[in-house]
């Protein structure tokens, strides 16, 4: 069974750091984009950042260039998310998921994607 299961979560003051981790089971990794969002209560689902299955192609929303870094580990099926900087806005839970090709509207549209992980909390704040 295919499952995307994220990690890293938790209570960090303004200005701190988190690192997110996306575990894959039940499929190969290797072939799959994963790209990072977020949903903050009241708002819609945000995209954050996505990798392309090589990991040659990276792209960040411009909320978060700067501060985020995603980067991945195939032999470890994992996908990473750092977080740095952290702002009290960046409070959300944030979702991993998984495409095995984008479509035309890129990889931070939501609607492009296949599997999603549970989500994990974060919360900024002092």
């Known amino acids: 069974q295919l499952q995307l299961v994220e990690s890293g979560g938790g209570l960090v003051q303004p200005g701190g750091s988190l690192r997110l981790s996306c575990a894959a089971s039940g499929f190969n990794l290797d072939y799959y984009v994963i790209g990072w969002f977020r949903q903050a209560p009241g708002k819609e689902r945000e995209g954050l950042s996505y990798?392309?299955?090589?990991?040659?192609?990276?792209n960040y929303a411009d909320y978060v260039k700067g501060r985020f870094t995603i980067s991945r580990d195939n032999d470890k099926k994992t996908v990473y998310l750092q977080m740095n900087s952290l702002k009290p806005e960046d409070t959300a839970v944030y979702y991993c998921?998984?495409?095995?090709?984008?479509?035309?509207?890129?990889?931070?549209?939501?609607?492009?994607?296949?599997?999603w992980g549970q989500g994990t909390q974060v919360t900024v704040s002092s």
């Open positions: 990798i392309s299955s090589s990991g040659i192609t990276i």
């Open positions: 998921a998984a495409a095995r090709y984008l479509r035309g509207s890129g990889g931070l549209d939501g609607n492009n994607y296949d599997y």
